[in-house]
């Protein structure tokens, strides 16, 4: 198309425009018109309603002259008619337009005139008359030019963009709101992919991993995370996937190679491929005053044993000197022996061994005291309940099989895990059976003498260990106070007794009683809380 | 005194009353070991001069029990107690019931073996007193109710004249009295008799 032709037919375009708006002619009421003509007429009434129906204002300028033609809807746009503007030029459209845009417009009409770019399209605010400023999407392009290679006439139109950009700027907002929400937030936050890979992190979890955030946008899960292998980590999140959060422990690596404790929130949102949304809080300040905590209960707990000793010292002393005092009567005798006049050389070896054996009876209980004043954390380890019971009946089996006493344990073999020091449970086990053995002493039937161990998940979670025999039973004040008040039977072997084995259930948070059975004996139970591992 | 002698031990505690029984044969002394109050009521023999080496502390019956329990049946034996250490309270106690002595475990040879012989002498000599006091109750038993009066009254340190005027009876009978109470109770004077009379008191 030349130059001439697009200038001719735009300027008759334009005009008609302005007239079909203002009034719209019918094809009836110009009978004279050729078909041509007509068909012209048809052509513009399609245009116009396109344009009508696209709601857009439409601009046509003469670049060279200043002359512009702007339709109903351009003027509508800022809140006027076409004739309260009137009249029209380019200095019309640099009047209302933003001074800051128009800076903008001017450059990108320049590129255009150029041929930098193909079209012009600029964002711009303009002053409505309420005095707010609208947006409009200002678009055009030149259509003819000058001989000499001028731009002469441009068209364009004005999309309002008033409301889409308010909502833009209310989704800013509430962006704005979040991120700062993220980033002011006492907990440490992520945004992460399904392969693990941080999206988003904020200040504080910048601050608790002394990493930069754009470190930490280049990082991993894997990165940080200490206690899990990123074997583990990918099972995690599938896992996390499947149930849509979790919450956990754990522990992460600082970027100076220190370790923290941290506990975690997370939630799957299956948006954009799936993101992993945490909260993480440093827990170490939690950890510590958890840790003061224990050593303090432990302390107390100390102090309460040291009570308990002090309550049966004088019962531990007693259980030392029976085999001091028998190892000076035998060393005294054998002594003796050997002066007389014909010294007795068998009644002194048997002495000698007397004494050996009262020696290590006498260590055997120092041995024990010492134990049980062990103030450090006794090894606790996950036991199986059931295989100390099996341990310790290994032990006592000549003793058993010596005192005619038969042991059938009952023991449920789906017990969980407890944790403890197995020395400590031994000796409570052995307490237990052999004092089953002693009230059992009078009995002269052979099938009576018998002791039932039975292990059992009484409760959720923790065990129960009952040890019952067929002896004399309990005293009504006994059951009471059997704990209580050490009474040393002097029994042979073990013997520290009764406080002693409460004091260790106690320190395992477990708690020890005695009942007497319906049909005789009496039966005592302990209980021990199952590690947290077994639950 | 040694061969018709016995030293008993009480004490549940097996290498003690093993080590006892050692150190006290070793003096030459016969031992009889039980390892309860109970089996030692059942298996001591009351008319041997003896002595009751006796553990203070026991289960079932203590040995302050044991104690209680003799004193109750009339059975004295003179009780040397082994107290573990310084049990003072019960020690006090065992003394004011009666007890010969008391040893503090872990105790001398020496001390023990003096003790139980003082012991054992001691049972003797009481021994001894009661068959002499059994066989002068059995002697003045014999008396008729008119010599014990008459026996009494002598022994209050009464002449013959002042008797007869209180019995309202002859000097003469009195006399008569006198000498059949000197024959039956085996005394030689009338220091005697007096020394007689008060032992039965």
């Known amino acids: 198309m030349k130059i001439k032709e697009l200038k001719e037919s735009g300027q008759e375009c334009k005009q008609s425009v302005v007239e079909t708006r203002e009034h719209l002619p019918t094809p009836d009421a110009i009978p004279e018109r050729t078909q041509t003509a007509e068909a012209l007429f048809h052509e513009r009434e399609r245009l116009a309603a396109i344009i009508n129906g696209t709601n857009v204002g439409t601009w046509e300028w003469n670049i060279q002259t200043g002359e512009t033609i702007f339709n109903n809807r351009w003027a509508e746009i800022i809140g006027y008619t076409l004739d309260e503007l009137a009249p029209v030029s380019i200095e019309t459209w640099m009047k209302f337009a933003h001074p800051d845009d128009l800076q903008l417009s001017s450059e990108l009409l320049e590129r255009h005139f150029r041929g930098d770019l193909d079209y012009y399209e600029c964002e711009s605010r303009m002053k409505h008359r309420s005095g707010d400023w609208v947006w409009v999407l200002d678009r055009g392009k030149v259509a003819s030019w000058t001989e000499d290679g001028k731009p002469l006439m441009m068209f364009g139109t004005h999309l309002d963009l008033t409301a889409r950009k308010q909502a833009e700027e209310v989704l800013r907002q509430s962006e704005e709101l979040h991120r700062t929400t993220l980033q002011t937030a006492m907990d440490g936050f992520w945004m992460a992919d399904t392969q693990g890979r941080l999206l988003e992190v904020n200040e504080t979890y910048s601050r608790m991993s002394g990493y930069s955030l754009e470190e930490l946008r280049a990082m991993c899960i894997p990165d940080l995370e200490v206690v899990e292998t990123a074997t583990d980590t990918a099972a995690h999140m599938q896992k996390v996937m499947a149930q849509g959060e979790d919450r956990f422990e754990t522990r992460h690596r600082r970027k100076d190679g220190s370790i923290f404790p941290i506990e975690i929130s997370v939630q799957y949102r299956p948006i954009g491929g799936g993101r992993m949304v945490a909260f993480l809080r440093d827990i170490t300040e939690h950890k510590l005053t958890e840790q003061t905590l224990r050593r303090q209960r432990e302390e107390l707990s100390h102090v309460g044993r040291l009570a308990t000793v002090g309550e049966f010292a004088a019962s531990i002393a007693h259980e030392i000197h029976q085999p001091l005092t028998a190892i000076l009567n035998n060393a005294q005798a054998a002594q003796r022996f050997l002066s007389a006049e014909k010294p007795e050389i068998a009644e002194v070896q048997e002495a000698i061994q007397d004494i050996i054996a009262d020696d290590r009876r006498a260590a055997e209980v120092i041995r024990h005291l010492r134990l049980f004043l062990k103030r450090e954390e006794a090894d606790r380890t996950l036991l199986d309940i059931n295989g100390i019971i099996g341990e310790v009946l290994t032990m006592l089996h000549g003793e058993l099989q010596d005192r005619n006493v038969l042991v059938t344990p009952d023991l449920n073999p789906g017990l969980p895990h407890v944790q403890g020091g197995r020395v400590e449970l031994q000796q409570v086990l052995m307490n237990l059976i052999l004092n089953g053995c002693d009230a059992m002493i009078g009995i002269d039937d052979d099938k009576q003498r018998r002791i039932r161990i039975e292990t059992s998940v009484t409760e959720p979670d923790s065990i129960t260990i009952a040890v019952q025999d067929h002896g004399t039973g309990l005293g009504a004040k006994e059951i009471n106070r059997v704990f209580e008040h050490f009474y040393t039977t002097k029994r042979d072997g073990l013997g520290i007794g009764l406080p002693i084995s409460r004091s260790i259930i106690a320190t395992h948070g477990g708690r020890i009683w005695a009942a007497n059975n319906p049909d005789g004996g009496a039966t005592f139970y302990f209980t021990l809380p199952i590690a947290e591992k077994s639950l | ?201």
């Open chain 2, 1 to 201: 005194m040694a061969t018709q002698s016995v030293v008993y031990v009480v004490d549940d505690d097996a290498s003690v009353r093993k080590s006892l029984d050692r150190l006290i044969r070793s003096a030459g002394l016969s031992v009889e070991t039980f390892a309860s109050a109970r089996d030692f009521l059942a298996g001591h023999r009351p008319d041997l001069p003896a002595c009751l080496l006796l553990d203070i502390e026991m289960p079932e019956i203590s040995g302050l029990e044991l104690q209680k329990k003799l004193t109750a049946l009339n059975q004295y034996l003179p009780i040397i107690f082994i107290t573990g250490f310084g049990n003072v309270p019960k020690s006090v106690q065992a003394m004011k019931a009666g007890a010969f002595d008391f040893l503090e475990k872990p105790f001398e040879a020496t001390t023990l073996l003096d003790t139980i012989h003082r012991a054992i002498h001691h049972d003797i000599q009481i021994r001894h007193q009661k068959q002499e006091f059994a066989s002068i109750r059995k002697r003045s038993d014999s008396l008729t109710n008119r010599e014990r009066e008459v026996f009494e009254l002598v022994a209050a340190g009464m002449l013959n004249k002042q008797i007869a005027f209180q019995l309202g009876i002859t000097e003469a009978t009195i006399k008569l009295h006198r000498a059949r109470i000197m024959q039956k109770m085996g005394a030689q004077s009338l220091a005697d008799l007096v020394r007689l009379a008060e032992r039965l008191k």
